[in-house]
């Protein structure tokens, strides 16, 4: 089945610091995705990918959804303590039918900001 | 914006009990629920795509006599644990697809319910 690599799998930064991770995935994906865990929550979207080479930004979010398909990555500029949580990837393969909105999530990156 | 609600969000039960976890959304329909399971320091795993009146479509490994899943509405999906064991506890995280005006389509999670089995 579908497999999501997310790299890195942890980070601890200094505030103020610029966060990259990234996403690569065995096969092509439609849809790319970034979302932040905080710890006994649901997941929230970040931002959204919709298009081969789009970029998108969300504040100091950056991601870019890969030309291959096959990966995406996420910056986070200018880090401050609320960033700290886990990150997810996740693909979806349909843009649309009925298996709209079934995801395949990275393994997640476990991001810790030092005020 | 669109919201899930679980409940409950914590619960725990004795082993060999069943237990029911809701997923509702509130203020939008939608059609398809999904469910998913998270153990600690571990991704999200897709569970099952539930569909509003008709079964459920479980991944391959989940076993569909031992989480049963119901839509019986727009609003409201439930996933039962049956005969619930230590192995079972987990987070469980809902999401539902909302199909709103002029919008493609958009994916909104629940808070999640965390399971603990005794």
């Known amino acids: 089945g579908q497999q999501l690599n997310q790299s890195p799998q942890s980070m601890f930064i200094q505030e103020g610091e610029d966060v990259s991770m990234n996403c690569t995935s065995s096969?092509?994906?439609?849809?790319w995705l970034w979302y932040k865990q905080d710890p006994g929550e649901g997941p929230v979207l970040l931002i959204a990918?919709?298009?081969?080479?789009e970029l998108t930004s969300n504040g100091r979010l950056t991601a870019q959804f890969g030309i291959t398909r096959k990966d995406s990555f996420l910056n986070i500029s200018a880090s401050i303590p609320s960033d700290v949580g886990i990150y997810f990837c996740?693909?979806?393969?349909?843009?649309?039918?009925?298996?709209?909105?079934?995801?395949?999530f990275g393994q997640g990156t476990i991001l810790t900001v030092h005020p | 914006g669109a919201v899930v609600s679980q409940h409950p969000s914590r619960v725990i039960c004795k082993s060999g009990t069943s237990v029911k976890i809701e997923c509702r959304s509130l203020?939008?329909?939608?059609?398809?629920m999904f469910w998913y399971r998270q153990f600690p320091k571990q991704s999200l795993m897709l569970m099952a795509t539930?569909?509003?009146?008709?079964?459920?479509?479980?991944e391959q490994g989940v076993e569909k006599d031992k989480f049963l899943i119901n839509h019986a509405s727009l609003t409201l999906s439930t996933l039962t644990v049956t005969s619930a064991h230590p192995e079972d506890s987990s987070f469980y995280i809902c999401s539902a697809r909302a199909l709103l005006a002029g919008n493609t389509g958009e994916l909104f999670f629940g808070e999640g319910s965390r399971l603990t089995v005794l």
């Open positions: 996740a693909g979806q393969l349909r843009a649309g039918g009925t298996s709209y909105g079934k995801l395949t």
């Open positions: 203020d939008f329909q939608a059609t398809t």
């Open positions: 990918l919709y298009k081969a080479g």
């Open positions: 539930s569909n509003e009146g008709s079964k459920a479509t479980y």
């Open positions: 096969s092509i994906f439609n849809t």
